[in-house]
């Protein structure tokens, strides 16, 4: 029904910059909040950034001044720039969207829909 796709993940040295990007598709009807979330080995997920559809952003104090995220409304993306970064930002990285489907019987669906994962290891 929706399909978040992430890419943009691999290894990268400390210091160097990497940018995510996700991409919504299937039968949706509005995209509210869109987000990046991490998991890092052994600890529990964890937001890193969010924007709303009129582009407010929040981002943990972690990563704050570091990382960027942006979205492009008209092609249901969302991106996240890292810039400097560490090792303690090796994660599995998530994308999460709350969005507004077409059900089967063009009936209205919430959904918090979530991407598959992708891998960032900041290892020199």
């Known amino acids: 029904q929706v399909q978040l796709l992430e890419s943009g993940g691999g290894l990268v040295e400390p210091g160097g910059s990497l940018t995510l990007s996700c991409t919504a598709s299937?039968?949706?009807?509005?995209?509210?909040?869109m987000a990046w979330y991490r998991q890092g080995p052994g600890k529990e997920r964890d937001l890193v950034a969010s924007?709303?559809?009129?582009?407010?952003?929040n981002y943990a104090g972690s990563v704050k001044g570091r990382f960027a995220i942006s979205r492009d409304n008209t092609k249901n993306t969302v991106n996240l720039q890292m810039n400097r970064l560490k090792p303690e930002d090796t994660a599995v990285y998530y994308c999460?969207?709350?969005?507004?489907?077409?059900?089967?019987?063009?009936?209205?669906?919430?959904?918090?829909?979530w991407g598959q994962g992708t891998q960032v290891t900041v290892s020199s």
């Open positions: 999460n969207a709350d969005i507004l489907a077409r059900g089967p019987s063009d009936e209205y669906i919430a959904l918090k829909s």
């Open positions: 299937g039968s949706i009807s509005r995209i509210d909040d």
């Open positions: 924007i709303t559809s009129g582009g407010y952003t």
